[in-house]
């Protein structure tokens, strides 16, 4: 960790989210002066963490931070890991690197400055409030071997989070996370490298844990995230066991195709048997939505039939 971080780290350590901190007592604990406390706490705001300053009380979060315990998380992951504050994406330092990286390895970050979503769109990621890690995975044979990667993947976050005891989730086809019907987490693969023997993909994947405020206002759907559960899962914990949980599934995968995972999605599918729209810019088809195949193909009966749909830039909406 470099001395810009390692200071910012310590002032975030002095503050909480039910309490006011006197900047006085963060200086002295740290031997700072006033004039550093402040400077520090304004790029803490820029890097999207809400901070309260009143003055003669102090400084209070607006919400609670979930940092990674770093020796924790490596000495806990089966595979490398590679942990930063702060990067500009982990899909794009996996992307960068993967002519180094074996299957598992995993990158995770507290913040990324240039956060990618599927269709190119921004993903917000503010300072150590939610999970953004990238993980690595090298499949036999070509692209077609990875049909229904994103499937898996879902089915392997929306399992883990059950195991901590998270009730209300739910599947969106073909990357989507739900808790009570609004937006948890998204994933993202993208290819590394192709050829007709071996596939190397980056399997990125974001999941909110404590959302502010002011960040939630800048999502333009409906988001939900974990702060608001009885318990809310340890950060250093819920990431080694879904590594653990997506390594075991990818394998599974890789041996047994999609199929064995079906009942896994069903459990969790939220639109099945509802009447949905597809988007597919210009276009658009409407019919109802029953489910997936073994391909990993949304399922559309439509007036004209039923259809299937696999890839491309497809998005699912509810039609009601």
Known sequence: MNEHWSRKRQILACLHHDRFVSGEVIAQSLSLSRAAINQHIDA????????????????????????????????????????????????????????????????????QSAGRGRRGRQWLSPYGHHIYASMFWRLNGDIS?????????????????????????????????????KKLAGILVEISHCTDQQTELV???????????????????????????????????????????????????????????????????????????????????SGIYRGIDEQGALILETEQGVKRYLGGEISLRSAL
């Not at 392997?156 to 086809?173: D, E, H, P, R, Y």
């Open 203 to 285: 399997l990125g994947f974001g999941i909110n844990m404590s959302m502010s405020a002011e960040q939630g206002e800048l999502i333009d759907q409906p988001w939900s995230d974990l702060s608001s559960l009885m318990s809310m899962p340890d950060k250093t914990e819920l990431l080694i066991k879904l590594h653990k949980t997506l390594k075991a599934d990818l394998q599974l995968f890789e041996q047994k195709g999609l199929e064995v995972f079906l009942d896994r999605w069903n459990e969790f599918d939220l639109f099945v048997n509802r009447d949905v729209t597809l988007l597919m810019a210009p276009n658009s088809v």
């Open 44 to 111: 803490l705001k820029d890097y999207g963490i809400e901070i309260y300053s009143v003055k003669g009380r102090g400084y209070k979060l607006a919400k609670p931070l979930s940092l990674v315990n770093e020796s924790h998380l490596v000495n806990g992951v089966d595979g490398r890991c590679f942990y930063f504050d702060e990067t500009t994406s982990t899909n794009a330092f996996m992307l960068g690197h993967a002519a180094e990286l074996k299957s598992g390895d995993i990158c995770i970050a507290e913040y």
């Open 145 to 181: 071997q990875a049909s229904g990667l994103s499937l898996v993947i879902g089915c392997s976050i929306a399992k883990t989070l059950s195991n901590f005891g998270v009730q209300g989730l739910g599947l969106k086809w073909p990357n989507d996370i739900y808790l009570d019907h």
